[in-house]
């Protein structure tokens, strides 16, 4: 069956380092695009960063442009989150989501979410 599993979150200090992975199974991961989202207790989910289904493009929020770089790699089925300079407001709960829209439409799965806790 589909899976997407995150890992590597945890607790940080402010201005630490933290990466985080997603490992996909169950479906073609070189056909999909992949999607970091995150979401903070009392937020909506935002979208975080993405990537193409062979990269090199990818995309950013503004709130993280310079400070969190994607990448995956498809002979691993997984896809990476690198965050630098981690800042209190990054706390949340992140989320790994493949997508891939054909002419019959759009197919999406999620991961279950790791939490990332940024604090002294």
């Known amino acids: 069956q589909v899976q997407l599993v995150e890992s590597g979150g945890g607790l940080v200090q402010p201005g630490g380092s933290l990466r985080l992975s997603c490992a996909a199974s169950g479906f073609t991961f070189s056909a999909y695009g992949m999607r970091w989202y995150r979401q903070a207790p009392g937020e909506e989910r935002e979208l975080v960063a993405g990537i193409g289904n062979f990269g090199p493009g990818t995309n950013y929020a503004d709130s993280v442009k310079g400070q969190f770089t994607i990448s995956r790699d498809n002979a691993k089925n997984t896809v990476y989150l690198q965050m630098n300079s981690l800042k209190p407001e990054d706390t949340a709960v992140y989320y790994c989501?493949?997508?891939?829209?054909?002419?019959?439409?759009?197919?999406?799965?999620w991961g279950q979410g790791t939490q990332v806790t940024v604090s002294s």
């Open positions: 989501n493949a997508v891939r829209t054909t002419l019959i439409g759009k197919t999406e799965y």
